[in-house]
């Protein structure tokens, strides 16, 4: 590890992208496995919640034990793939430290947070917000720029066992039986906190949909006990009179296991966001 770690920063006469992994479940473990043997990333720290985790997987020298302490492994850029409460807290120290790529967007759903991650990217470094499962993102945010985009709703459907659900609707999912049922339809911004870790495309939605906002954008959640895949369905209106205006929809099929949070085809993308998180200077950034 150390061998390849040398052999990156001569090869690239240290212009290897030094990341922060935040977060060590499937998603965190898929990235460090990737950034170290990639040739142009090279790991700076891996934090988890419960170091125990770590032992006998990360070498010693990576393992950070506070988060608070991230600058001190001289990041170039830290991932955050544990929980939106960890970049509510941390996510400003992040910004001071290294670009931020934000892996739980729904964390910007409360406006406070929101407000002092933009005020922060604003400075010296950007914020990064994968696409992860939203198709069509840059274009959302293309529209939004010119004031064409009217309408947008995300509708995501699960088998009942891949949603990670709190309150009320931590309660409703356990009442689905045979049939599909809709869990929730309204604003994006009330359903993050319900569904932190199921939502972030809709709250990438809705950061690409800037003019809609978490208020504007409307998602909605349905749980289908038929389903081995996930599914993600777009529908955007633009500008035109009602029944013939612009539309778009778009139905991503994205195959995972049975009680799986994140879709196999996430994994990838997630990969190829964070190799796109460069040159972007401050302000924030989809990728």
Sequence with gaps: DELQRCTCRMAKQQKCRRVGIVGFGRLGQYLYEEASSHPALE?????????????????????????????TKSPDLIVEVAHPSVSAEYGVAFLQAADFMIGSPTALAD???????????????????PAGALWGAQDLQKMADRGTLKGLKVTMSKHPFSFKLCGSLAEKVKTVKDEPMTLYEGPVRDLCPLAPNNVNTMACAAIAAHNLGFEGVVGCIVADPSLSSHLVEIDVLGPGPVGSSFSVRTVRNNPATTGQVTGKQTYASFLSSLLATKNGGPGIHLC
């Design 111 to 129: 406006a406070g947070v929101h407000k002092a991650l933009t005020e922060a990217a604003k400075l010296t470094h950007g914020m990064y917000v």
């Design 43 to 71: 790991v700076a720290f891996v934090w988890n919640r419960s170091s125990e985790k770590l032992q006998g997987a990360v070498p010693e020298d990576l393992i950070l034990r506070d988060l608070a302490d991230c600058a």
